[in-house]
């Protein structure tokens, strides 16, 4: 039986960098390499250099260190990706491709690919989306996500390659500051009111969104990627779901421990994708194919947010 050898793309975001550390508490911090276009901002070892748009590279990296899987988390988010369209759909969507391609040519055991809430649009059903309805994004991150979904459904059955997926919530996290996403003013919130600054959100304050803190997304993905194959019976990619709120009822849940903490709300273009994504996410088929249930609501989140900001500082 081949040793599992894991590579990650994008590994110095605000998944990746959680995503790594509890893959290698998993499979041992040599089998797990983590590779990303920019030195990363904290111990993250052993880490490479990969562009994933240098498909030459990408394929002797593969190769070399005998990878058997790949969570592939290199993309350009939303509201960074309206500044460059063509540049986001390139790498979001070609850099998806080399990576199929790869699983296939060197017979990988499993590829993760992260889409998003993304997808969705002014013709989905914003409360409780469900798991097959129509899907119209917007922006061209949700576009090149949606295609994503459907390269992967593809691969899956013409190639049998198990390619696995989840439309993740705006994720909170405190390992790292995200940027260039559309739900990013909750982390950025945390953050202000333990600097006893103030903070000015860029959304409206009633903008309810999904959100799903941090250790949820991390046990989502490996309780999904550890699950037997037949289990997994959604190609293209699986809703996933924790908790709604809007910056407003967030601003509530810190003033119980920061009460001095000041938010002004300046909506910017980001408002419009908000807009036009759901409110509320139904991920039965999560819940009954592979046993997903959360375990943070905004109380949960809110608390074990601050202790772990205020423990770093």
């Keep these: 039986m081949k040793e599992t050898r894991i590579l990650l793309t994008g590994a110095n975001g605000q998944i990746g960098t959680a995503l790594t550390k509890a893959l290698r508490n998993i499979h041992g911090k040599e089998n797990v390499i983590a ?19 240098n498909k030459t590279r990408l394929r002797e990296y593969v190769g070399d260190y005998k990878v058997t899987q790949i969570y592939h988390l290199a ?11 063509r540049k986001t759909w390139e790498v979001n969507l070609n850099g998806l491709l080399s990576i199929l391609d790869c699983a296939k040519d060197f017979e990988l055991d499993k590829i993760f690919f992260p889409s998003t809430i993304a997808v969705y649009g002014r013709s989905t059903p914003r409360q409780f989306t469900p798991q097959h309805t129509s899907l119209e994004p917007e922006t061209v991150y949700g ?17 049998g390659i198990d390619v696995r997926s989840l439309r993740y919530p705006g994720i909170i996290g405190y390992d790292s500051i995200p940027s260039g996403g559309t739900t990013d003013y909750a982390v950025e919130m945390f953050h202000a009111a333990i600097a006893d600054q103030p903070y000015e959100c860029f959304l409206k304050e009633d903008t309810f969104l999904p959100m799903m803190y941090m250790p ?12 037997p194959k037949e289990k997994i019976k959604i190609r293209s990619s699986y809703n996933l779901s924790a908790m709604s709120f809007s910056p407003a009822q967030l601003k509530n ?32 088929r999560a819940q009954q194919d592979w046993g997903w249930k959360s375990k943070f609501d905004i109380h949960k989140m809110t608390i074990d ?8 500082k």
């Design 35 to 53: 590779t990303d276009i920019t030195e990363p901002k904290q111990e993250n070892y052993p880490f490479d250099f990969i562009d994933i748009l």
């Design 75 to 85: 993309a350009i988010l939303s509201a960074n990706g309206e500044v460059n369209p």
């Design 143 to 159: 576009m090149s996500k949606l295609s994503g979904e459907l390269w992967c459904n593809y691969y899956y059955k013409r190639y």
């Design 216 to 227: 949820d997304a991390i046990e989502a993905t490996i309780k999904m990627m550890e699950s």
């Design 253 to 284: 849940q810190i003033l119980n421990y920061y009460p001095n903490l000041k938010v002004s709300y300046k909506p910017d273009f980001r408002q419009d994708i908000a807009s036009s994504w759901s409110e509320s996410i139904d991920d039965t």
């Design 305 to 312: 947010m601050i202790e772990n900001l205020k423990s770093e």
